[in-house]
């Protein structure tokens, strides 16, 4: 049964890192890309980045100089990190397994820009 | 990077309606185009991928069409559970999702 589950904290004050973490089961991270999307409450969709399942990575320009998408295959978990957070960075995360008909998403995780 | 531009942005029909949204992306794009719903609270559906495949377990009054830059979601009979938004995504090159279009019953 192909799973993901978001974590990470709630509330991230302005300036700082943000870091979640995607744990994955059902499936390998060498078999299949995952990706990040983010929603903000009551706006649209935004397309992050994404981890190859060879382990290459891509990310949104608009969002590259602060973004980093990273993986440990032996835990079955992808990351996240993203630098210089501001309110309008609050947001529903959610991790996805690839994108499309073999598509499987996470329930997503809050997280609250605010000091 | 592309842009997609979907319209309308928000939508009122009634039950039996036929609803259609459109999505426009500035380049070509191929077949590459897939349509989402999310309810409120939910995490995004794939209703649609590459254009016009219907994915699992999604029923038939739901179609897509077009090809390269213009697209189009259409419902051909509005049900009272389809209140939700509606998303493009284009996978052609890089990845963007369309705006949104929330669709109201009347």
């Known amino acids: 049964q192909v799973q993901l589950k978001e974590s990470g904290p709630g509330l991230v004050q302005p300036s700082q890192t943000l870091s979640l973490t995607c744990t994955v089961s059902?499936?390998?991270?060498?078999?299949?890309?995952v990706h990040w999307v983010r929603q903000p409450p009551g706006k649209g969709l935004e397309w992050m980045g994404r981890?190859?399942?060879?382990?290459?990575?891509y990310y949104n320009s608009a969002l590259k100089s602060r973004l980093s998408i990273s993986r440990d295959t032996s835990k079955s978990q992808v990351f996240l990190k993203m630098n210089s957070l501001q309110t309008e960075d609050t947001a529903i995360y959610y991790c996805t397994r690839s994108l499309g008909a073999r598509g499987y998403w996470g329930q997503g995780v809050m997280v609250t820009v605010s000091s | 990077d592309i842009q997609m531009t979907q319209s309308p942005s928000f939508l009122s029909a009634s039950v039996g309606d036929r609803v259609t949204i459109n999505c426009k992306a500035s380049?070509?794009?191929?077949?590459?185009l897939d349509w989402y719903q999310q309810k409120l609270g939910e995490a995004p559906k794939l209703l649609i991928y590459n254009t016009n495949s219907l994915h699992t377990a999604i029923p038939s009054r739901f179609s897509g069409s077009g090809s390269g830059t213009d697209f189009t979601l259409t419902i051909s009979s509005l049900q009272p559970e389809d209140v939700a938004t509606y998303f493009c995504?284009?996978?052609?090159?890089?990845?963007?999702f369309g705006s949104g279009t929330k669709l109201e019953i009347k």
């Open positions: 995504f284009q996978h052609n090159s890089g990845f963007t």
């Open positions: 380049q070509n794009i191929n077949k590459y």
């Open positions: 981890m190859k399942y060879d382990g290459d990575t």
């Open positions: 059902g499936f390998s991270l060498m078999d299949y890309s």
